[in-house]
């Protein structure tokens, strides 16, 4: 597994107690912080927390949002870490249910302890017992799904734009726009105006702004499921500016003791995600030999770090 060159940066042969199984297959983190975080989830595993998104950490970004699947090595290395991790969780802007479809959770043996937190953590699907629970929808989302096209047709250069109906949300896609960023660019103040007339919020990402009630985001969700779990070390995987917010709960959360440890999916297109990380991976890709590097130690006890 390769870094992209711009985040290539190690600390020298200074990889404090970090076993050598993890180390052969994934770059150290760059930080102490994030250092001693990974030490506490190879010391107490039981209590570890694992949560990553879905788009552009286990899935590749692609054209069309509907297109989306997870890498297909990336299902087998969760479900070798799983086993043996107190918690494993994925933290998507998309319905519960489509990141189980996409991803191929359902019925995994050795994922059966496995939560996915849809809708930025509005939803919530458990593979013990496969039921998403949801609340009703924001009336305001049909509303503005609705007004969306005449509201696109006003704006210069939006062939191209495809709008997704997420049921509890609506994202607009540039990613096949002649020129995406500018587009994006383009249609930032239109899209913030529309949300902010119905009392919804825009959540920015890769070529993407998406329009969705407030109230929940994926640190609130992150920091619930961490509380709940008792997780006494967090590392959570994210790629775009929609998980900026679980790197302040882990930020937070290592403010009250508990390990963290930041890792980007690393992309050119989001230069401020990866400024914040311990760790950068090289895209789904990197992300699988990373949970595949978590597990290594884990499957030979004597590799662990024997500090707390």
Known sequence: ???????????????????????????????????RGLERLFTQPGRALVALDFDGVLAPIVDDPEQARAHPDAVPALARLAP???????????????????GGFAGVPDLDGLVVLGAYGAETWDAADGEVLAPPPHPS??????????????????????????????????RRADRPAAVLARLREPMAR????????????????????????????????ALRTGATSVVYVG??????????????LR????????????SEEVGELADRSDLVVDGPEGVVALLEALAAPLDAPDDRPTNP
């Open 1 to 35: 597994m390769g870094t992209p060159r711009r985040y290539a940066r190690r600390m020298g042969s200074d990889l404090g107690t970090l076993p050598p199984s993890f180390t052969r297959r994934c770059p150290a983190p760059i930080t102490p912080t994030g250092r």
């Open 84 to 102: 043996r991790l107190g918690t494993i969780a994925v933290i998507t802007g998309r319905p519960a249910a489509v990141a189980v479809e996409y």
């Open 141 to 174: 989302v049909a509303a503005v799904r609705e007004e969306l096209p005449a509201e696109l047709a006003g704006v210069p250069g939006t062939e191209g734009v495809h709008i997704e109906d997420k049921g509890g949300a609506v994202a607009v896609h540039t």
């Open 194 to 225: 529309l949300a902010e007339r119905h009392g919804l919020v825009v959540e920015p990402g890769r070529m993407v702004l998406e329009l969705r009630p407030p109230g929940m985001d994926k640190g609130r969700a992150l920091t619930a499921l």
């Open 239 to 252: 790629d775009d500016l929609g998980d900026l917010a679980a790197f302040s709960a882990v930020d937070a």
């Open 255 to 266: 403010g009250e003791g508990v390990g963290g440890l930041l890792v980007c999916s690393g």
